[in-house]
């Protein structure tokens, strides 16, 4: 009910005369600002690049996660990955294991469920940033937002982020963003094209099929740009 209320639909931004009129929010002026829940943070990746698989209900499955986390942790079973598009249900869907709980979840603040909790906590760490940049699935997110953005319309280098701007954060980029945006891939591809091993390992991250018919360089640097759009605080609130 409070997801569909005009309050919650409402932006967390005001205007300066709803400030004056109710600073406190008291009266329901503007709705809530936040930083989504773990499991919206995974979702919002994978449906931004394309690699959501929106099929409802079905078994538990069991996403990417450090190697060996189970054996290390003394539990009698291993941890058998699921492949294909079972790799991207929704974060309802994953496998938990009480004693040793999905890592990249709890990162994130999700309840361990060792006990009933009713509000989860939202922290701000090092480790989220991390998470965000380094961790396989956002890797791979990263990755297929960058090979729709070069597949689409866009020719150049600030078409094409903006479509992946836009597709991940629903508005265009400001002028100021786009300049960093286009000098970061610039400079990343500078990179790349010294070293097109590091390129290929990059864009291989992930069991999705890469697209062959795109410049390995050029891609790597587009997954790199859109690695960064996808840390942002912006991809990861709700205001």
Same mark, same amino acid.
């Given at each position: 009910?409070?997801? +569909?209320?005009?309050?919650?639909?409402?932006?967390?931004?005001?205007?300066?005369?709803?400030?004056? *009129?109710?600073?406190?929010?008291?009266?329901?002026?503007?709705?809530?600002?936040?930083?989504?829940?773990?499991?919206?943070? #995974?979702?919002?990746?994978?449906?931004?690049?394309?690699?959501?698989?929106?099929?409802?209900?079905?078994?538990?499955?069991?996403?990417?996660?450090?190697?060996?986390?189970?054996?290390?942790?003394?539990?009698?079973?291993?941890?058998?990955?699921?492949?294909?598009?079972?790799?991207?249900?929704?974060?309802?869907? %994953?496998?938990?294991?009480?004693?040793?709980?999905? /890592? $990249?979840?709890?990162? +994130?603040?999700?309840?361990? &469920? =060792?006990?009933?909790?009713?509000?989860?906590? #939202?922290? $701000?760490? /090092?480790?989220?940033?991390?998470?965000?940049? $380094? =961790?396989?699935?956002?890797? =791979?997110?990263?990755?297929?937002?960058?090979? *729709?953005?070069?597949?689409?319309?866009?020719?150049?280098?600030?078409? &094409?982020? %903006?479509?992946? +701007?836009?597709?991940?954060? %629903?508005?265009?980029?400001?002028?100021?963003?786009?300049?960093?945006?286009?000098?970061?891939?610039?400079?990343?591809?500078? &990179?790349?094209?010294?070293?097109?091993?590091?390129?290929?390992?990059?864009?291989?991250?992930?069991?999705?099929?890469?697209?062959?018919?795109?410049?390995?360089?050029?891609?790597?640097?587009?997954?790199?740009?859109?690695?960064?759009?996808?840390?942002?605080? =912006?991809?990861?609130?709700? $205001?």
């Amino acid at each position: 009910t409070v997801l +569909f209320s005009s309050t919650y639909q409402q932006t967390s931004a005001a205007s300066e005369p709803q400030v004056a *009129q109710d600073p406190a929010n008291r009266f329901l002026t503007r709705g809530p600002r936040f930083r989504m829940p773990a499991e919206m943070i #995974r979702d919002q990746a994978l449906a931004a690049s394309g690699l959501l698989m929106e099929r409802l209900g079905g078994p538990s499955v069991k996403p990417y996660q450090p190697a060996d986390l189970w054996k290390e942790l003394a539990t009698d079973t291993l941890y058998q990955q699921s492949h294909g598009g079972d790799l991207f249900r929704r974060g309802i869907y %994953t496998y938990w294991k009480r004693t040793v709980a999905p /890592p $990249n979840l709890i990162t +994130f603040d999700a309840a361990t &469920r =060792e006990t009933c909790v009713v509000r989860e906590s #939202r922290t $701000n760490t /090092p480790l989220q940033a991390l998470t965000l940049l $380094n =961790e396989i699935t956002f890797v =791979e997110s990263a990755r297929n937002l960058a090979q *729709q953005a070069m597949r689409s319309d866009g020719t150049s280098v600030s078409e &094409r982020i %903006t479509i992946a +701007f836009r597709r991940l954060l %629903t508005r265009s980029p400001s002028a100021d963003e786009l300049r960093v945006l286009v000098e970061g891939w610039h400079a990343h591809h500078h &990179r790349f094209c010294d070293d097109p091993a590091a390129a290929r390992a990059f864009v291989e991250i992930g069991e999705s099929p890469v697209d062959t018919a795109l410049d390995v360089m050029e891609l790597a640097a587009y997954t790199a740009t859109c690695s960064v759009l996808l840390s942002l605080d =912006e991809a990861v609130t709700r $205001n």
